[in-house]
Structures are given as structure tokens and as C-alpha cells.
């Protein structure tokens, strides 16, 4: 079965600074990865996808993601971040043959001034 | 705006009582899922239909029903009404059903149920 792994449910960062969110994935295929952000009272919004090929995937909003097979993880990286960033992250796995996204539990990232 | 549309955005029932919260999907898009965000559950994937048929199933409850009709809307019904069933509701579309199945899925604003 797929499941998903965020392991922290809050991040916070300095405007400017680096973020990270993690994300681990444990399936029995070939996974098709991909993250979400969701805003206060908005439906989630599609930021990039890992299907094949380059493990490093650039995004929207400066986002970008690498995959790496042997960690089985798919972290979400900015080089510098924005306020306007801080929203609920999420992290979705879906198996190369299979229909169905499973979510992982989210991170809230939150980016002081 | 991603083009999958949720109507009632604000739902307020008692418990006993249904409901049934629409989606149209975006331009196009063959695959309809639902999915149900609680505080203390995350997001959780209730069912899928692509094209009209039903595709997969995740935890939905016997209480709740779904179907896409030929226009590719869909409906998700919520019957016997608990508490535990306030939550938000997204609807989401994709292109693609087939296999495999590389595309991503794009999510209304959702209906939020509250029961009281």
C-alpha cells in the first residue's frame, strides 16, 4: 500500500532564507510524486510533479523539488523565502499504475518577516 | 482559479439529515475524485469516477454515495448525518484515467459541511 510521511508539522523560516518541507513515500511501484499548497480557505494548488527523469523538478512560486530513490523522499526546497509563502503544505504519492493519490498528513510552513 | 467548481461553498445541517454536494470538473477532464479534510485527519480519499464509472474506492462510508453523470459533474451524497462528518469536501479532476496515469489533479475551492 502508498503512504506518505511529513515528519514535521510546522517549519519556520526567516524571510530570505531557505526553506525545506520534507517528505517521504513508501510505495510498491514506481512512484509519480507531486506537492500541493493549500491557502487559508482555498482548495489545494498544484506546485510540481515528479514523474521520470531529472530528480531535480523546478516548479511554481520559485519551488522546486528532488527525488531521491534510495532515501525514497521528495522534499520541497526555495532558495529564499517569501511571507506570502507561509500556507499548509502537502506531499501526494500515486504508484505508476495505480489511480489513486494518497496525501501525506501536511506541513504548515510559516515564513517570519 | 483551477476550473473545478463546488457548489454549496458553506453548508450548515443537523445531524439525521443529507446532503448532497456537487463538483463540476474542469473543461475536459474525464476523472472526478472527492476527497474529505478533517482537523484531525488530514485529507482523506473517498471515491473516483472516470467517465462515469466508478474507478476506486478509499474509505468512504456506506453512508455516503457518489455518482459522475454524462455531463461528467458529480455528486457526492452524505446521508445519516454525525457530527464527525463536519469537515471540508474537495472535489478534484484529471485529465487522464488510463494507465499510467502521470497527470495531476486539480482541486475546487471545496464545500464546507458543518453538522450540528
Known amino acids: 500500500a502508498q503512504s506518505v510521511a511529513q515528519p514535521e508539522d510546522q517549519v519556520n523560516v526567516a524571510e530570505g532564507n531557505p526553506l525545506t518541507v520534507k517528505c517521504t513515500y513508501s510505495?510498491?511501484?514506481?512512484?509519480?510524486l507531486f506537492w500541493y499548497v493549500q491557502y487559508p480557505n482555498r482548495g489545494l494548488q498544484f506546485l510540481l510533479k515528479y514523474i521520470t527523469g531529472d530528480n531535480l523538478v523546478k516548479g511554481s512560486y520559485g519551488f522546486e523539488a528532488e527525488f531521491n530513490k534510495s532515501q525514497t523522499s521528495f522534499h520541497l526546497k526555495k532558495p529564499s523565502a517569501l511571507v506570502s509563502d507561509s500556507a499548509l503544505y502537502f506531499c501526494?504519492?500515486?504508484?505508476?499504475?495505480?489511480?489513486?493519490?494518497?496525501f501525506g498528513p501536511g506541513t504548515r510552513l510559516s515564513v517570519l518577516p | 482559479d483551477s476550473g473545478v467548481t463546488q457548489t454549496p461553498k458553506h453548508l450548515i445541517t443537523a445531524t439525521g439529515q443529507r446532503v448532497t454536494l456537487r463538483c463540476s470538473p474542469r473543461s475536459g477532464d474525464l476523472s472526478v475524485y472527492w476527497y474529505q479534510q478533517s482537523l484531525d485527519q488530514g485529507l482523506q480519499f473517498l471515491i473516483q469516477y472516470y467517465n462515469g464509472e466508478e474507478r476506486a474506492k478509499g474509505n468512504i462510508l456506506e453512508r455516503f454515495s457518489a455518482q459522475q453523470f454524462p455531463d461528467l459533474h458529480s455528486e457526492l451524497n452524505l446521508s445519516s448525518l454525525e457530527l464527525g462528518d463536519s469537515a471540508l469536501y474537495f472535489c478534484?479532476?484529471?485529465?487522464?484515467?488510463?494507465?499510467?496515469?502521470?497527470?495531476?489533479?486539480?482541486f475546487g475551492e471545496g464545500s464546507r459541511l458543518t453538522v450540528l
Open positions: 510505495v510498491s511501484g514506481n512512484p509519480y
Open positions: 478534484a479532476s484529471s485529465t487522464t484515467g488510463g494507465f499510467p496515469n502521470t497527470g495531476e489533479l486539480f
Open positions: 501526494a504519492v500515486r504508484e505508476d499504475y495505480g489511480q489513486n493519490f494518497v
